[in-house]
């Protein structure tokens, strides 16, 4: 799974559609930096244009597959890798090119059912259209959050029995295309991720403190994040970001611990330095961390 | 489980513990009603002074147990019900009588874990001091949800798929002594309940709506509620009640799916009433509906 990484570069450019966010401009900058040349098909609402405009890029909306298909192929591209975030779209928020709508029939039933099922049926068009779908990972492995504690500060005792506690939940709720984090603080789960995303359930977590709705004080308490069992990974992978640091920090947690290799982060050093700073643990754990390990 | 009713009323007054909310007076009522007399120990803080004085009662703090302990004995009760709302104390809350301090020890491994266990641990407390700890379902059945479509509207054939994917969700996050409820909507799980408590578990799904963070419009998607498997209902049951209805109204849902028997409500055509103008379904359904029957 992870071969990829510039050695194809007799493929072309690789071609990356970018959604939101910092992950698209990492990826590209690792892939140039391994010495294969990128195409940035960015996604027009969810890229950043002022970074976009740093790369070889097209500007693309949501339902110009036939399009991409073309420009992509002219460019050389076999390759796609999908990074950056992007909401599940509302079939008339798509605005179809006449390719795109000939997929409608699909993507009704796509639509229908977790994110899992929708990504993996869009990976499948793009693999029948002759493009090889990468993941990000593959092609830019730095961005994958190593193993071990990456931090000045370490989990406790009670946060590793916290940590594995969390990655039961989430081994358990895998199967159900659900979220992908959980909260647990001295053994008691608080809060669970769904469609809300990891930044609401941390921000659920602060109010719940702050209410006294648990009864709790002091630094204590886990995010726990790592990817679903079946998810197709070149297409969502879970990410933290500085962001997830303050929020981690807001809701009063002790550390983040997230499976190794089992999420992305954009900028790793800036991470780290966030939650040195604000005095939390970053730990990448083994997803079998059964036995206590980090 | 289900024997007593009114069966023992040779065992004195049923003493009825109360937390907050109309649960302990639907309860009272019922067991009057049954003809045994009841005594509410009403906690300070939780129980509604209005209603509590229009019974035989005493006021009580959470940390009074070698008092109660008296008090219950002097006027004759055997049996002992747990009922209404409460949050988890934190020991210094507790002002605890010397009976009750005698206790701490055990008390602070309870406070680290679930629910279940804190609860199941206090009630062994009750049963080794000689009483005899009830369901409050099992004086006063009338306040388990039925089996059924229970007011004018029932559930679509999505909703009954949306139904089976919440049911299965809650099974396997029972052994995590997490939530009772999950929102479930075309097949999608939107939200999951942990420490929030299911308003505001709702209340995320109506927030979610509005900021369109999911595809969704329409009336869509099912509140599925249960107990977790290994509950002791004697002393935790998920309920719901007319604000639950108004909760799901405001989230857009198209009805509520609770597990028949397994939920209890201190007025049943209260929320049937509120369904029924709001639109929604109320279903009671088979926590084995994976034959999709409600």
């Not at 991409?68 to 779209?89: E, Y």
Request: glycine share 12%; with cysteine; aromatic share 6%.
């Amino acid at each position: 799974m992870t071969a990829p990484v510039g050695a194809d570069v007799e493929d072309g450019p690789l071609a990356i559609i970018c959604g939101g966010g910092p992950f698209p401009f990492a990826v590209a900058d690792a892939v140039m930096r391994h010495g294969r040349p990128v195409l940035l098909f960015a996604i027009r609402g969810w890229a950043e244009p002022e970074r976009v405009a740093h790369y070889p890029h097209h500007w693309a909306g949501l339902g110009d597959f036939g399009w991409f298909r073309r420009a992509a192929r002219d460019a050389g591209c076999r390759d796609v890798v999908f990074i950056g975030t992007m909401l599940r779209p509302k079939l008339r928020q798509l605005c179809p090119d006449l390719t795109t709508l000939s997929y409608f029939p699909r993507l009704i039933g796509l639509l229908r059912g977790g994110d899992d099922h929708l990504l993996s049926g869009i990976g499948r068009v793009f693999e029948e259209n002759g493009f090889r779908l990468l993941g990000a990972h593959q092609v830019a492995p730095e961005i994958l959050i190593p193993q071990g504690t990456l931090g000045r500060h370490a989990p406790s005792e009670r946060d590793r029995a916290d940590i594995i506690r969390g990655l039961a939940v989430i081994r358990v709720i895998g199967p159900f295309d659900i979220g992908q984090a959980v909260v647990v603080a001295n053994n008691y789960v608080l809060a669970v991720e769904a469609a809300e995303g990891t930044d609401r359930m941390l921000a659920r977590v602060a109010d719940l403190r702050r209410d006294k709705r648990v009864p709790l004080t002091g630094r204590i308490g886990v995010l726990v994040k790592g990817p679903k069992p079946h998810q197709d990974r070149r297409l969502d992978f879970p990410s933290i970001g500085a962001e997830t640091i303050r929020a981690a920090a807001a809701a009063g947690l002790a550390g983040i611990a997230v499976e190794a290799r089992g999420a992305i982060t954009a900028d790793l050093g800036a991470i780290v330095a966030a939650a040195d700073a604000a005095g939390l643990f970053v730990a990448g754990v083994a997803a079998d961390a059964a036995g206590g390990q980090t």
